[in-house]
């Protein structure tokens, strides 16, 4: 089983839409989770860290649910310019090292 | 900033030749990161070095790949002799340090190896 765990899509959606993404992942011990964003043949950047409470950021919202081990991004009112990978990324508790999902791609339509 | 430099872009090598990839970090930084990605794995971290010391090195494939970071400012990834299916776009990041969860990526080297 990988440690973390996407749907890699693609999500097709048109403008305007709320699209919401799901990521699962294998430590319980985890300690740290973010979201990232890769535009085609780029690399990836940091979007938003997760936290415990959910946090938002504009039209972007990042949940956690420890005991389901699972973390979630959602996209409201979406943009042509959100079309993108987006990453789900899992630090382990006592290492430095961050592990990124596969990704889930997003296409936002006209 | 300059952000972090990698070099060269790409790179198309024969099957049991070398290769070095290169990464300067940014300034300051002391945790740098080398990721592999392909389409099949995604993202794997490769190894990770923290104030130039090789700190987990368990995501290297095999023998054939070594790292070095001899400063502060510099790192390299080898691979010899190279195999096609070494074929991948190899990430370079860095971060402040090693509890600073924000990794800065290089723009990546495009390695085929024919």
């Known amino acids: 089983r990988k440690e973390v765990e996407q749907d890699p899509g693609p999500f097709n959606v048109p403008e305007g839409a709320t699209v919401a993404f799901n990521c699962t992942y294998s430590?319980?011990?985890?300690?740290?989770f973010f979201w990232y964003r890769q535009d085609c043949r780029k690399e990836p950047k940091l979007l938003m860290s997760?936290?415990?409470s959910g946090n938002e950021d504009g039209r972007f919202t990042a949940q956690l649910n420890r005991a389901s081990q699972y973390i979630s991004l959602l996209i409201r009112d979406s943009k042509l310019s959100d079309s993108a990978t987006y990453l789900c990324?899992?630090?382990?508790?006592?290492?430095?090292?961050?592990?990124f999902g596969q990704g889930t791609t997003l296409q936002v339509k006209p | 900033d300059a952000g972090v430099i990698q070099s060269p872009r790409h790179e198309v090598t024969e099957m049991g030749q070398e290769v070095t990839l290169r990464c300067k970090p940014i300034?300051?930084?002391?945790?740098l990161f080398w990721y592999r990605q392909t389409m099949m794995r995604g993202l794997e971290l490769l190894i990770y070095?923290?104030?130039?010391?090789?700190?987990?090195d368990s995501g290297m494939p095999e023998d054939r790949f070594s790292a070095k970071m001899p400063n502060a400012s510099f790192s390299t990834l080898k691979i010899q002799p190279s195999e096609p299916r070494d074929s991948a776009v190899y990430f370079c990041?860095?971060?402040?340090?090693?509890?600073?969860?924000?990794?800065?990526f290089g723009s990546g080297t495009q390695l085929s190896v024919l």
């Open positions: 990041a860095s971060s402040q340090d090693r509890f600073n969860e924000k990794l800065f």
């Open positions: 430590n319980s011990a985890s300690q740290s």
């Open positions: 997760v936290y415990s």
């Open positions: 990324v899992v630090k382990p508790s006592n290492t430095g090292k961050l592990i």
């Open positions: 300034s300051g930084h002391n945790s």
């Open positions: 070095f923290n104030n130039n010391v090789p700190i987990d």
